[in-house]
């Protein structure tokens, strides 16, 4: 069974305010992602964490701040975002990013709305 | 910049149709390939992936892998209403090690 939880579905903020996407995993994946897709667009990656250390970072701004407390664990950071910013936020793991056959699963995503 | 190439649609076909989708990508090095499915307002759903040349089928669908042309097929038998989405097709990125999504083809199956 393969589940990618992420909280909360929906969430709306302003450009002042400071907010936290959430994902969590519990089969034991090694590696995690956060994509943006915005309307009509694929999604678009943003960061990878490989053993709970950045791998990559896709040149995002500083407003996106990723961690990655433990394994199971995966947060976004939103400080001082733009109306631009609004999108579908999906978190996404897989057992080991290097291993050949690297299969990734997506939660259902958060909707970000920026007002 | 690597590239995953795939047809906006819409295709458009009658209900118990062969639904033909076709993907083109640039990383010849590429080992890996998905197909995800994705209805609107939806998160992707992976439905099949593809490692090695030829077919590999899963219930109706079956993908379809090329190396040397660099081309990956997805083709639903029996075409439902209900498989009406965006089909999105995503390839292993070499050097990145993570999905490089193509823009998606939306599939719709008329009753």
């Known amino acids: 069974d393969t589940e990618v939880t992420q909280t909360p579905k929906h969430l709306v903020m302003g450009m002042t305010n400071k907010k936290s996407l959430k994902c969590e995993q519990h089969?034991?994946?090694?590696?995690m992602y956060w994509y943006k897709q915005k309307a009509k667009k694929p999604p678009e990656l943003m960061f990878v964490y490989s053993y709970e250390k950045l791998s990559i970072n896709e040149s995002v701004p500083s407003r996106f701040s990723p961690e990655c407390p433990n394994s199971s664990l995966l947060n976004l950071h939103l400080h001082a975002l733009q109306p631009e910013d609004s999108a579908l936020y999906l978190c996404a793991s897989s057992q080991d990013r290097l291993l050949s056959g690297n299969t990734i699963y997506f939660g259902e995503g958060s909707w970000l709305t920026v007002v | 910049q690597k590239e995953v190439e795939q047809n906006s649609g819409p295709l458009s076909v009658p209900e118990g149709a062969i639904a033909s989708l076709n993907c083109t990508y640039s990383d010849r090095g590429s080992q890996s390939f998905f197909w995800y499915r994705q209805y609107s307002g939806k998160s992707p759903e992976l439905i099949m992936f593809i490692y090695s040349n030829g077919d590999k089928e899963d219930g109706r669908f079956t993908a379809q892998l090329n190396k040397a042309s660099q081309y990956v097929s997805l083709l639903i038998r029996d075409s439902q209403p209900s498989d009406s989405a965006t089909y999105l097709c995503?390839?292993?990125?070499?050097?990145?090690?993570?999905?490089?999504f193509g823009s998606g083809t939306r599939l719709q199956v008329q009753p």
């Open positions: 995503a390839v292993m990125d070499t050097g990145r090690r993570a999905l490089t």
């Open positions: 089969m034991g994946h090694r590696a």
